[in-house]
């Protein structure tokens, strides 16, 4: 049986909660967070606390905290020589505390309340200073998921840096689509199955096999008709670099 | 039965194709395309030819054909006044030749050779001069799709321009993140899992409520990092842009 603490109660943390709980093997002895009302949220049978100084013993100490408070929260933790990891895509495993033995957990997913996420599919990114906290993250990670990779902290970096691409510059792209349908008075339900395809097909082409389209084509003509079309619009100029792009990739060779 | 002549071989004849082959009350009575080569990877049942002079006699005249050549290839049709209808997103219908009767038959997905498509689930858009000519496009597009709606080409011209960008823009996000993963010799499988509930969180969120990440949340410090580690890659740019794009979004009311 692994013990955990969880440390926080937002979206990874609450996210944790409830995959840790329902996971034979594993046991969340105890959550705390600074603020009793966003602990009330999680499940009733769970230990939960507001102070410091009632935290339970446990094997690993988590800490779902936002990225700026991590370090000196690390340092504020009453018991030393404990495995303590954070769960941060872009802070080092070395912001942690030198008080106790550090570690990362990191879940490659982006997280949303009232989103059910499948654990099994998330890669998990895994860190530590001492061979046996690593192993110990590793057999935690493998009991809710199926890819456990262990990746530095520079790795994690890049890692985040090509994860924000992937999903917050394209769930940006998306609200794009959907402010132009709106201007034309069309659904933006219209776009969702193409959205789905073209996240899919990655699966087995790789984005330079499945890029399609007027630019990767030099199809100078509905690029201009298109341009002309945002003429008056805030993302031209995010079609003309997006399109100026894809035409160099696609180029290379000229 | 609807009979049906298709004029290409590319992605969307071949995809269109082989859902009409397989639809009851639909037949493909031939298949144009002025090179034999590309004809022969379509299914051995069907009819195909290479001369014009031969097309057979058919209730609609498809031509899924690339964008530049449609309206000189509808000007080249040997017959008159009857229902030719082209594919694409961004040819206006009134491209087509005043020799026959107008419309279009855009199915808004991204084709590509080797890959399946369930068409029950893509948009079909419907256009078309004369009423009867319309009712018979939607009940041909009923056949193969849940989703037939009636747009002129104007609003289909935005429809597209937003396809491209869901759709060929965010493919190239998806590239660049593959780039940075590549160049830190990191698997571009670790992406997928998130790649996919981006796509598959707006099915119940809006892109808006749907984004989180550094840029919404005003996360100076970790958008410093992030610009920091591209310093010497051509992305730097992007990342600049696309952040600051969505700074403004999300700080729209200070």
Redesign the interface.
Known sequence: MIKIVLFGAGNVASHLCTVFEKTSGIEVVQVYNRNLNSLSELPKNINKTTFLSEIKDADIYIIALP??VISDFSESLPFKNKLVVHTSG?VAMEALSDNNRKGVFYP?????KN?A?DFS???I?VEASVTSDLILLNELGNKISN?I?E?SSE?R??????????????????????D??S??S?S?????????????????????E???????RN?K??IE??LH??KDSP?Q???A??TE??LR?YNKDN
Chains 1, 2 share one sequence.
């Open positions: 990225d700026d872009s490659l997913q982006s997280f949303s989103r996420i599919e998330i890669p990114c890819t990779t990746i790795e970096k890049k890692l985040h840096l090509s994860a924000v691409i992937v999903n917050n510059f394209v769930n940006y792209l998306y609200q794009v689509g959907s132009l349908l201007e034309a069309l933006f339900d219209l776009l969702k199955p193409l959205i789905k395809e073209t996240a899919l097909k990655i699966e087995n082409l790789t984005p330079f499945a890029q399609t389209g007027p630019a990767k199809d003509k509905t008709k298109q079309l945002l993302h100029k995010l079609y670099e997006m792009a894809i990739e």
